[in-house]
């Protein structure tokens, strides 16, 4: 099975700081991959170098399409990633708080959409299909993911656990075949956790699209996940099943201190 | 309950002593203190600190009043869309009242010339003006959130390109009035070029530096702009060759621009409701998101930029036409501010609400000659007032909603 995507060598820094140092990771096709580490290991970091946010300093970035050849998408637009197809949601939300939530998903259609100035004043046939086509598809979307009551409403006012998932609907709207979730868990209580995971694994199995996840949440990571990578200090510490993770020396050691070991 | 009104009132009581206080120490000098150069001695206007102490204390007092109320009340109408309205949302939003409210406003539209003098029509087309003006710094200001403070440079643009091309080759008003606009679209782009990487303060500061550019340019390169004497003679647009007198003129010129807003209105309208609309949205409300889905930042700024000044342009055309002459002294940043206060003081975002703010803003002081300098002071009060009382504008933009048949619930 060829990785959809790959990361090679790739290395970040900032001033003196080594954010990533030289850390490879491979991600295959219909799987749930976890990146987990301590705070400050250089994992959101990781993903803002994969979506283009960063221009990393070292190394490269490749993906593979189901359909397409494999491209190099190292230190490209940001807006150039999602439209090959890596879509992302933050570890802060960030939804746009004063548009409605159905209006939220529908911004993630604009990449795959058309319509322009002349078209948005003319309002001609071709326009108002498309129009039609990204409500009705954001709506479905919407729907699948489990928010069907307010679609009306300012996205600010949705509950917290509903602003995460409102987030992860746009990012499924851009049509991606790999999905990166920085932390979806983060805050939420168990209910809506045990929901999340519900929700994740639906992408993987229904939506047939990869996820590739950082998570602090080990219940959740060690119950979901197909493969692990284990960061620390910039660097890639273990990668492997849950099952291997757990019995790792060095990740028990880089999560738990020096003496557990002895 | 009480005792602690009672509490509340004392600790109001007090920070106005504080507040009274303190302006009587601070305006000791120049209200207390005068010294009369003709007879040599210092006079002591003790009546004068007892004044400014009463009054900042009375102020004071009923200013922490109300403004404590008005937090209350920003509180509440946070979750709007839905809940609590102001009864001009509710006009705007509801059908059945805003079907007649439009017919009301159409009928007076149509017949105000011809029961109004040539002065009051002059003004109400200038208040026309800025409605377009103000919509169209909206899409800049208001739905990309790019604070464009030199937007006076585009509608300069306009005005001149039709003053020159007039002045040297003739052209006519019908023919300059697209021309103007392209002319400012252009300027639009190539200001955004430079802009694209900045934000909030910082793109301020530049396009406020831009339109006193572009006017300092304009009264400097005499071979170019003919300096501060400006050009004068422009013509009127004409209509099929028809001689007008100045009546007809003007009247003729109001028409102009109520078809001008009704255009401006009706693309705005659509624009705001579509792909390219949202796109501008979603930059204005998180930028770094905004690209995550996937959307061309660049792309966005340059059609921002570029639909707003076009209406400048355009807007600036006609100003050429209806005083007949240009000079740099009329697109100082005070036009800018005062477009901006328009959409700020309208909502930013909502039609309905520029048209109002441009309306009250523009008329306002035309009737409030009366007060002559202090229009300005009371323009700046009642700017202040709105930010503490109504930081959301007149009229708030709302949403578009969306109907759904659900058929499994």
Same mark, same amino acid.
């Given at each position: 099975m060829n990785p959809i995507l790959e990361a090679k060598n790739l290395s970040m820094n900032f001033g003196g700081l080594k954010? %990533?140092?030289r850390v490879d990771i491979d991600v295959l096709p219909g799987q749930i991959t976890a990146l987990i580490g301590p705070n400050g290991a250089g994992k959101t970091t990781f993903f803002n170098c994969i979506t283009g946010i960063y221009s990393p300093t070292g190394g490269d970035i490749f993906i593979t399409p189901s359909g397409g050849g494999r491209k190099k998408i190292t230190g490209i637009n940001i807006h150039k990633v999602t439209e090959n197809g890596v879509a992302r949601t933050f570890q802060n939300i960030r939804i746009?708080?004063?548009?409605?939530v159905l209006e939220n998903v529908m911004i993630g259609r604009h990449c795959r959409t058309e319509a322009g100035v002349l078209g948005a004043i003319l309002r001609d046939k071709g326009t108002m299909t498309e129009e039609k086509a990204i409500v009705a598809r954001s709506y479905e979307i919407l729907k699948k993911i489990g928010?069907?009551?307010?679609?009306? %409403?300012?996205?600010?006012? %949705?509950p917290y656990g509903a602003q995460r998932r409102l987030e992860i609907a746009r990012a499924l709207a851009t049509d991606p075949f790999l999905l990166l979730l920085d932390?979806?868990?983060?805050?939420?209580?168990p209910q809506e956790t045990r929901d999340l995971e519900a929700l994740i694994i639906s992408i993987r199995d229904e939506w047939e699209i990869s996820v590739f996840l950082i998570e602090h949440d080990m219940r959740l990571v060690m119950g979901l996940s197909d493969s692990v990578y284990v960061m620390d200090y910039g660097e890639m510490l273990a990668r492997g099943t849950p099952q291997e993770i757990r019995q790792n020396p060095e990740v028990i050691k880089a999560y738990l201190g020096e003496d557990v070991s002895a | 309950m009480s005792t602690l009104n009672y509490t509340k009132y004392m600790e109001g009581m007090k920070q106005a002593v504080v507040v009274s206080l303190w302006f009587m120490f601070l305006t000791f000098p120049i209200m207390v203190i005068r010294v009369n150069?003709?007879?040599n001695i210092i006079e002591w206007r003790w009546m004068n600190m007892l004044y400014i102490g009463a009054g900042s204390f009375i102020l004071s007092f009923v200013w922490r009043k109300m403004s404590g109320r008005g937090i209350s009340a920003r509180k509440e109408s946070i979750?709007?869309?839905?809940?609590r309205k102001f009864y001009l949302q509710r006009l705007v939003s509801e059908k059945r009242l805003s079907l007649p409210a439009l017919g009301i406003v159409a009928v007076i539209a149509l017949f105000f010339p011809f029961v109004s003098s040539i002065y009051q029509t002059n003004i109400m087309t200038t208040a026309l003006m800025y409605v377009v003006l103000g919509l169209g710094l909206n899409i800049v200001v208001?739905?990309?959130g790019l604070l464009n403070l030199g937007y006076v440079a585009f509608y300069a643009a306009g005005a001149y390109t039709y003053a020159l091309l007039y002045h040297h080759f003739g052209v006519g008003f019908w023919l300059a009035l697209p021309l103007g606009a392209l002319a400012a679209t252009v300027l639009g782009v190539l200001l955004a070029l430079p802009v694209l990487r900045l934000q909030g303060d910082y793109l301020a500061i530049v396009t406020l530096g831009f339109g006193e550019i572009t006017r300092l340019v304009l009264e400097n390169w005499n071979e170019f702009s003919?300096?501060?004497s400006g050009i004068s003679g422009i013509p009127r647009p004409g209509l099929f060759g028809m001689e007008m007198d100045m009546h007809e003129a003007t009247v003729y010129l109001y028409f102009l621009m109520i078809l001008l807003c009704i255009i401006t209105i009706f693309v705005v309208n659509r624009l705001q409701d579509s792909r390219i609309g949202r796109a501008l949205l979603a930059l204005r409300e998180d930028e770094i998101a905004c690209q995550a889905m996937g959307i061309n930042k660049t792309m966005v700024k340059l059609t921002a930029f570029a639909l707003g000044s076009t209406w400048a342009g355009l807007v600036g055309v006609i100003f050429a036409a209806k005083t007949t002459f240009v000079n740099p002294?009329?697109?100082?940043f005070l036009e800018s501010a005062m477009i901006l206060s328009i959409v700020v003081l309208g909502g930013t975002g909502s039609i309905i609400g520029i048209i109002i703010g441009a309306l009250l803003l523009i008329l306002l002081p035309e009737y409030l000659r009366a007060f002559g300098d202090y229009r300005m002071l009371l323009f700046g009060i009642i700017m202040v007032i709105m930010m503490i009382f109504?930081?959301?504008?007149?009229v708030t933009g709302v949403r578009k909603t969306y109907e759904f048949h659900t058929e499994e619930k």
């Amino acid at each position: 099975m060829n990785p959809i995507l790959e990361a090679k060598n790739l290395s970040m820094n900032f001033g003196g700081l080594k954010a %990533l140092d030289r850390v490879d990771i491979d991600v295959l096709p219909g799987q749930i991959t976890a990146l987990i580490g301590p705070n400050g290991a250089g994992k959101t970091t990781f993903f803002n170098c994969i979506t283009g946010i960063y221009s990393p300093t070292g190394g490269d970035i490749f993906i593979t399409p189901s359909g397409g050849g494999r491209k190099k998408i190292t230190g490209i637009n940001i807006h150039k990633v999602t439209e090959n197809g890596v879509a992302r949601t933050f570890q802060n939300i960030r939804i746009f708080p004063d548009m409605t939530v159905l209006e939220n998903v529908m911004i993630g259609r604009h990449c795959r959409t058309e319509a322009g100035v002349l078209g948005a004043i003319l309002r001609d046939k071709g326009t108002m299909t498309e129009e039609k086509a990204i409500v009705a598809r954001s709506y479905e979307i919407l729907k699948k993911i489990g928010i069907t009551e307010h679609v009306n %409403l300012l996205a600010r006012n %949705l509950p917290y656990g509903a602003q995460r998932r409102l987030e992860i609907a746009r990012a499924l709207a851009t049509d991606p075949f790999l999905l990166l979730l920085d932390e979806p868990a983060a805050g939420m209580n168990p209910q809506e956790t045990r929901d999340l995971e519900a929700l994740i694994i639906s992408i993987r199995d229904e939506w047939e699209i990869s996820v590739f996840l950082i998570e602090h949440d080990m219940r959740l990571v060690m119950g979901l996940s197909d493969s692990v990578y284990v960061m620390d200090y910039g660097e890639m510490l273990a990668r492997g099943t849950p099952q291997e993770i757990r019995q790792n020396p060095e990740v028990i050691k880089a999560y738990l201190g020096e003496d557990v070991s002895a | 309950m009480s005792t602690l009104n009672y509490t509340k009132y004392m600790e109001g009581m007090k920070q106005a002593v504080v507040v009274s206080l303190w302006f009587m120490f601070l305006t000791f000098p120049i209200m207390v203190i005068r010294v009369n150069t003709i007879e040599n001695i210092i006079e002591w206007r003790w009546m004068n600190m007892l004044y400014i102490g009463a009054g900042s204390f009375i102020l004071s007092f009923v200013w922490r009043k109300m403004s404590g109320r008005g937090i209350s009340a920003r509180k509440e109408s946070i979750g709007a869309q839905g809940g609590r309205k102001f009864y001009l949302q509710r006009l705007v939003s509801e059908k059945r009242l805003s079907l007649p409210a439009l017919g009301i406003v159409a009928v007076i539209a149509l017949f105000f010339p011809f029961v109004s003098s040539i002065y009051q029509t002059n003004i109400m087309t200038t208040a026309l003006m800025y409605v377009v003006l103000g919509l169209g710094l909206n899409i800049v200001v208001g739905q990309a959130g790019l604070l464009n403070l030199g937007y006076v440079a585009f509608y300069a643009a306009g005005a001149y390109t039709y003053a020159l091309l007039y002045h040297h080759f003739g052209v006519g008003f019908w023919l300059a009035l697209p021309l103007g606009a392209l002319a400012a679209t252009v300027l639009g782009v190539l200001l955004a070029l430079p802009v694209l990487r900045l934000q909030g303060d910082y793109l301020a500061i530049v396009t406020l530096g831009f339109g006193e550019i572009t006017r300092l340019v304009l009264e400097n390169w005499n071979e170019f702009s003919y300096g501060p004497s400006g050009i004068s003679g422009i013509p009127r647009p004409g209509l099929f060759g028809m001689e007008m007198d100045m009546h007809e003129a003007t009247v003729y010129l109001y028409f102009l621009m109520i078809l001008l807003c009704i255009i401006t209105i009706f693309v705005v309208n659509r624009l705001q409701d579509s792909r390219i609309g949202r796109a501008l949205l979603a930059l204005r409300e998180d930028e770094i998101a905004c690209q995550a889905m996937g959307i061309n930042k660049t792309m966005v700024k340059l059609t921002a930029f570029a639909l707003g000044s076009t209406w400048a342009g355009l807007v600036g055309v006609i100003f050429a036409a209806k005083t007949t002459f240009v000079n740099p002294a009329s697109f100082t940043f005070l036009e800018s501010a005062m477009i901006l206060s328009i959409v700020v003081l309208g909502g930013t975002g909502s039609i309905i609400g520029i048209i109002i703010g441009a309306l009250l803003l523009i008329l306002l002081p035309e009737y409030l000659r009366a007060f002559g300098d202090y229009r300005m002071l009371l323009f700046g009060i009642i700017m202040v007032i709105m930010m503490i009382f109504r930081p959301q504008g007149i009229v708030t933009g709302v949403r578009k909603t969306y109907e759904f048949h659900t058929e499994e619930k």
